[in-house]
């Protein structure tokens, strides 16, 4: 009797008719599977990969990843809202459309606020963009908006938060964190943002920062220069 093992069949047991059922089991040849059983599993995996009426009708929606979620449970609160609003006797035609303008602008800010701290580079991008016209409103947003100014690990959306944050360059706290920022950044995309923004928005107190930190020798040579010739100052 052979002491080799067929590949691929359990040994080692202690019983002695289970260990010659195995190794009867390995001398036979396995047989090629007919065309007809071929035939039915390809046709059984090609069904199985078929998008179901459910895949589709949920693609559709828009409910495949997780913003297609929110944006469901935001339009089921719409729906409901909506609803009461109709429902209600008490009000008139002019109160039904302040409540429902009122109720579509905070499931925008929700939906925005979900932007901005997505972990996609590209979502928060979109977030940024659409979060400019609230900054000045909504100091959720501005918070937001600033954390990703200052502290973002990719300098296009640094920039473009800078950029969104508009006239609240001239708001004590905000203001502070980002001039703090221009000091201390080592990025010229992020520091250009930053300049930009005081030269379009920034108070007289804040361009005076500005011109001292391009007198100090804390920006890039060249965004010094462009501090001098965008103020009518000359070069020192």
């Known amino acids: 009797?052979?002491?080799?093992?067929?590949?691929?069949?359990?040994?080692?047991?202690?019983?002695?008719?289970?260990?010659?059922?195995?190794?009867?089991?390995?001398?036979?040849?396995?047989?090629?599977?007919?065309?007809?059983?071929?035939?039915?599993?390809?046709?059984?995996?090609?069904?199985?990969?078929?998008?179901?009426?459910?895949?589709?009708?949920?693609?559709?929606?828009?409910?495949?990843?997780?913003?297609?979620?929110?944006t469901a449970a935001a339009s089921l609160v719409a729906g409901l809202v909506v609803g009461q609003m109709v429902s209600a006797p008490?009000?008139?035609?002019?109160?039904?459309?302040?409540?429902?303008?009122?109720?579509?602008?905070?499931?925008?800010?929700?939906?925005?606020?979900?932007?901005?701290?997505?972990?996609?580079?590209?979502?928060?991008?979109?977030?940024?963009?659409?979060?400019?016209?609230?900054?000045?409103?909504?100091?959720?947003?501005?918070?937001?908006?600033?954390?990703?100014?200052?502290?973002?690990?990719?300098?296009s959306i640094r920039s473009a938060a800078v950029e969104s944050l508009g006239s609240q360059i001239n708001t004590p706290g905000i203001g502070a964190e980002l001039m703090d920022t221009l000091k201390s950044t080592t990025s010229p995309l992020v520091q250009l943002a930053l300049i930009d923004l005081v030269l379009r928005n920034g108070s007289d107190e804040r361009t005076g920062q500005l011109l001292q930190l391009a007198d100090d020798g804390l920006l890039h040579a060249d965004l010094s220069r462009h501090v001098y010739t965008s103020l009518g100052r000359d070069s020192t």
């Open 90 to 155: 008490e009000l008139d035609a002019g109160g039904r459309l302040a409540a429902l303008e009122q109720n579509v602008s905070m499931l925008n800010r929700t939906l925005i606020l979900d932007r901005l701290r997505n972990e996609e580079p590209g979502k928060r991008l979109r977030g940024v963009m659409d979060a400019a016209y609230l900054a000045a409103e909504d100091d959720d947003i501005a918070r937001t908006l600033l954390n990703l100014a200052t502290s973002d690990r990719v300098d």
């Open 1 to 70: 009797m052979s002491d080799k093992k067929p590949a691929g069949l359990p040994f080692g047991s202690e019983d002695a008719a289970e260990s010659e059922l195995w190794r009867v089991l390995g001398t036979l040849e396995a047989g090629e599977p007919s065309a007809q059983l071929r035939q039915g599993f390809y046709r059984k995996l090609e069904e199985a990969s078929r998008p179901t009426l459910a895949m589709k009708l949920r693609d559709f929606l828009g409910f495949s990843g997780n913003a297609g979620w929110v």
